[in-house]
């Protein structure tokens, strides 16, 4: 049994019809508008990631979790200006 030449054309334009209506009822602003978001909620995600120190992320050969103390001699800077400096 074979369908008419006219019914599967009007089958097909009931279903590209129907697809426009799909299309025509979304709201592409509100789309957009949860694209960026999203997008910025994994960006911010991701930049929190490569900054936050978690276990096994960084190495502790390459990163060190402290910082050298430097001690200056602050004479030479002060002499350089010609401002003494007493030592208590």
């Known amino acids: 049994m074979s369908s008419s030449p006219a ?22 602003l509100h789309v957009a ?19 936050l120190p978690l276990p096994g992320h960084w190495s502790t050969s390459a990163s060190s979790d402290t910082m050298p103390m430097v001690y200056q001699d602050l ?5 350089g200006c010609g401002v003494t400096t007493s030592a208590h």
């Not at 019914?7 to 592409?28: G, Y």
């Not at 960026?36 to 994994?42: K, P, T």
């Open 33 to 51: 508008f949860k694209t960026v978001a999203y997008s910025y909620i994994a960006f911010i995600l991701w930049i929190t990631w490569q900054v």
């Open 7 to 28: 019914l599967r054309r009007a089958f097909s334009i009931r279903l590209l019809h129907e697809a426009e209506d799909v299309v025509d009822d979304i709201n592409w």
């Open 75 to 79: 004479q030479q800077y002060a002499s």
